[in-house]
Nanobody, 121 residues
Framework: QVQLQESGPGLVKPSQTLSLTCTVS??????????WTWIRQPPGKGLEWMGV???????YYSPSLKSRISVSRDASKNQFNLQLISATPEDTGTYYC?????????????WGRGTQITVSS
């Protein structure tokens, strides 16, 4: 069974970088053709797709976040990361990592439990 777990500081100050790590077990992040995704949910709002990194390291980002977001990976640790620069209070929410069956689809078969992030001074 594939498991994903988000980790990182729960509190980020405005203008600083929001950084999270997703640790994957039960499957390799380099196995074709899976892709690895960051999704968030602001309080009281719906899910927002943020960005994805493919098994080959290719990345794609939400247009609304493209100027601020970076998704990377450390294959040796079976982890992928999120960095969101210039954080604002509007970035507050629950952040999830999830596996995408194939880059270009929208079938997320495994999810982390989510981690709450607050951007506040």
């Amino acid at each position: 069974q594939v498991q994903l777990q988000e980790s990182g500081p729960g509190l980020v100050k405005p203008s600083q970088t929001l950084s999270l790590t997703c640790t994957v077990s039960g499957g390799s992040i380099t196995t074709a053709y899976y892709a690895w995704t960051w999704i968030r949910q602001p309080p009281g709002k719906g899910l927002e797709w943020m960005g994805v990194i493919g098994y080959d390291g290719s990345t794609y980002y939400s247009p609304s976040l493209k100027s601020r977001i970076s998704v990377s990976r450390d294959a040796s640790k079976n982890q992928f990361n999120l960095q969101l620069i210039s954080a604002t209070p509007e970035d507050t929410g629950t952040y999830y990592c999830a596996r995408l069956e194939r880059q270009g689809t929208k079938v997320y078969d495994y999810w982390g439990r989510g981690t709450q992030i607050t951007v506040s001074s």
